[in-house]
């Protein structure tokens, strides 16, 4: 069954550092999301992209973050220069269409990323 | 505006049903339920469109009120696999973002 999935699994950085999160959508997805979720919080809404540009971005997702699909099929999440509070597990989510089920969100397995 | 889950938490004995609540106070157009386990990603239970249809999924099925803005998860007969984090996840328009409500931490004991 196809699956999103997540590189790399696991990130420790330097706050002040660059950090760029690695997703692959399933292939005939064509909606695409960034959340994050801060250890035993919910889940929250970074972004949301399609047709090569965002639909909607949340109040977190400020000037340190930007989100590319840079060929076919992976999805980036970029931050600048990470911060403590950036300390969070990152999924990334697809889904088909804009019909009825196919607005089902996959999410991936995630990167626990880690700013010391 | 995130969606109120009630309850927080609950704690069952296996064989026992629980019920989930998932209210909002704007309108909505759909209602997507997880569960995660710990350290896992969510997982996808079901989603309900406006209309006030009742899906199922073995022994788990969902509500949506489309007037009250109400969604319920139903879990019964439950068992130890079903301990986890309930989440239910909400979209005021057709490809507008999901937003999360707080969670619910269901346990279930032998």
């Known amino acids: 069954e196809p699956e999103v999935t997540q590189t790399p699994s696991h990130q420790v950085t330097q706050m002040g550092q660059e950090v760029i999160l690695r997703c692959v959508p399933i292939?005939?997805?064509?909606?695409f999301y960034w959340y994050r979720q801060i250890l035993g919080q919910k889940v929250e809404f970074l972004v949301s992209?399609?047709?090569?540009?965002?639909?909607?971005k949340s109040e977190i997702f400020d000037d340190q973050f930007s989100v590319e699909r840079p060929d076919g099929s992976n999805f980036t999440l970029k931050i600048r220069s990470t911060k403590l509070e950036d300390s969070a597990m990152y999924f990334c989510?697809?889904?088909?269409?804009?019909?009825?089920?196919?607005?089902?969100?996959?999410f991936g397995p995630g990167t626990r990323l880690l700013v010391l | 505006q995130q969606p109120v889950q009630s309850p927080q938490a609950v704690i069952l004995r296996e064989g026992e049903d629980a019920v989930i609540n998932c209210s909002s106070s704007k309108a909505l157009y759909s209602v997507h339920w997880y569960r995660q386990k710990h350290g896992e990603a969510p997982v996808f239970l079901m989603i309900l469109l406006k209309g006030g249809e009742q899906k199922g999924h073995e022994k788990i099925s969902a509500s949506f009120n489309e007037k009250k803005q109400q969604s319920s998860l139903y879990l019964t007969a439950s068992q130890l696999s079903y301990s986890g984090t309930y989440f239910c996840?909400?979209?005021?328009?057709?490809?507008?973002?999901?937003?999360f409500g707080e969670g619910t931490q269901l346990t279930v004991n032998p």
């Open positions: 989510a697809s889904h088909v269409g804009l019909a009825g089920g196919q607005e089902t969100q996959y």
């Open positions: 992209f399609y047709n090569n540009e965002i639909s909607e």
């Open positions: 292939s005939n997805h064509l909606y």
């Open positions: 996840g909400t979209r005021e328009t057709s490809g507008s973002r999901l937003t």
